[in-house]
């Protein structure tokens, strides 16, 4: 049975996976990941999805994306994966399918979890022991928070500018951050992400009302039915 369209709630942060098919490489050279980039930045100003964190692994990829409308995520998700899907197949003369399934999207509670989650994508090459520090992996959002440097996608989250005034400042508080000793609330953060959101009780009780509500039928003029005249 074919699966229904998902709804996301404009204005709210979700962290989005993207894997490759049977954990199979997306990326293999730098232009693999540039192209990837160049692609989401097309939708970004399409859609009107901002990137606030991200980073690019080998064979998947984490955003922490805020969507402005409604449909935004699903119609940036589905073009950004489809056409580079099909720049890969181009590129690397290959068949089948690029993604594993569809991409998955949990809502983030922001004054709770939204730092924690981008911390959490930016250390992602650490974990995987790519590199002994974020900043030395250059598929990432770090640079951007850390250091000021401007990457032509990300949108820091007021969340984060509101760290510091001075963007010196701020960049330093960042930094501090990341590297500090954060393993309980890491752990906290996986297990909450098992569950399908980031946010207490309170959060999910929000979200079950919203999506309840954009489930609603408009208002407006009854559907036709159809009738067989005898």
């Known amino acids: 049975m074919p699966r229904g369209p998902r709804l996301y709630l404009p204005n709210l942060p979700y962290h989005v996976i993207c894997r490759g098919n049977n954990r199979q490489a997306v990326f293999i050279d730098q232009h693999d990941f540039i192209a990837y980039l160049t692609i989401a930045r097309r939708y970004r100003d399409r859609d009107g999805l901002q990137f606030h964190h991200w980073v ?17 995520l699903a119609k940036s998700m589905q073009g950004i994966n489809l056409a580079y899907s099909l720049w890969h197949a181009r590129k690397y003369r290959r068949v089948g399918h690029l993604w594993q399934d569809r991409f998955r999207s949990i809502p983030i509670e922001e004054d709770t979890y939204l730092l924690e989650c981008g911390r959490y994508i930016e250390r992602n090459p650490v974990r995987a022991l790519l590199t002994e520090h974020p900043g030395d992996y250059p598929w990432s959002s770090y640079a951007v928070h850390a250091r000021g440097i401007a990457d032509g996608l990300t949108t820091p989250h007021e969340l984060y500018l509101s760290l510091a005034h001075s963007p010196e400042l701020r960049q330093r508080h960042y930094r501090e951050y990341v590297a500090s000793h954060r393993d309980r609330e890491e752990a906290e953060l996986r297990q909450k992400m098992t569950t399908g959101y980031l946010g207490g009780a309170g959060f999910r009780l929000i979200l079950q009302k919203q999506t309840v509500a954009q489930r609603k039928p408009r208002p407006g003029r009854p559907p036709k039915i159809a009738c067989n005249h005898l």
């Open 56 to 72: 690019l692994m080998s064979n998947h990829v984490h955003l922490l994306v805020t969507p402005g409308a409604a449909q935004s």
